[in-house]
Structure formats: structure tokens, C-alpha cells
């Protein structure tokens, strides 16, 4: 994680625990690290934690059991439309830099096939 960008700590953090829950490596029902156990993980302060739970529980990631932790949520919709979202934000910043550098639609779609099917 880059700690030196102008994305705020606690934004890092949450978007490195959606591609955790993306790419499998979290699963649905999981249990997170405590407050303390995630700070020492990242070298971030607890408040900045406690920040990236509530933010994730009010984007409706992840659940509260009051006295036992914090759990990635079960419901198999939301984490479809986590995967989309990811996927248009990336996308979209892709699409821009390239617009940027002059390339066409069809030049962007040639391109992205062909590397597609090398990197499968």
C-alpha cells in the first residue's frame, strides 16, 4: 500500500480488503481481524480501523455482531455488484489514460483482447 498518496489511509485499506473479498481470499460469513489485529497488520492507527469498519458496514460489506467482531457480508447480490463496481472504477481509469493518449474505442478493445488471451 502506498501510505505517501493522496488517498486517505482508511480508503487504502477498504479498497484492499474489497479485492481480498474479490479475489477470494476473504469469503462471505468471514470473521475480520479485531481493531487491534488489523491495525498491527497495516501499521495503522485502531482509530483509522474502527473508521474502515464503520465506512464498509455502511456500504452494507460487512456486519457487526456486537461483542464477537466484525463479518464479511453472506449476501451473494452485494458482493456481485462489489465485483462490478471494482471492475467499471479500474476500467474507467484505464479508458481515461488512454483517451488521454489519443487512443481510439476500437484501437482500446483490440488491444485489451490481445493481451486478454496472452495473460489467460
Known amino acids: 500500500m502506498d ?14 480488503i474489497k479485492k481480498k473479498i474479490i479475489t477470494g481470499q476473504l469469503t462471505p460469513g468471514e470473521k475480520l481481524p479485531s481493531t487491534r489485529e488489523l491495525a498491527a497488520l497495516y501499521q495503522i492507527n485502531p482509530n483509522t480501523v474502527v473508521r474502515v469498519y464503520n465506512e464498509m458496514e455502511l456500504q452494507n460489506l460487512t456486519f457487526t455482531k ?7 457480508t453472506e449476501d451473494a ?9 471494482m ?7 484505464l479508458v481515461k489514460e488512454l483517451k488521454d493518449i489519443g ?8 488491444t485489451v483482447a490481445r493481451i486478454y488471451d496472452v495473460t489467460l
Open 103 to 110: 487512443y481510439t474505442k476500437e484501437e482500446f478493445l483490440d
Open 66 to 72: 456486537r461483542g464477537i467482531g466484525t463479518f464479511i
Open 77 to 85: 447480490h452485494r458482493l456481485s455488484l462489489l465485483k462490478e463496481e
Open 87 to 93: 471492475a467499471k472504477l479500474l476500467a474507467g481509469e
Open 3 to 16: 501510505f505517501r498518496s493522496n488517498i486517505p489511509l482508511y480508503l487504502q485499506v477498504i479498497a484492499d
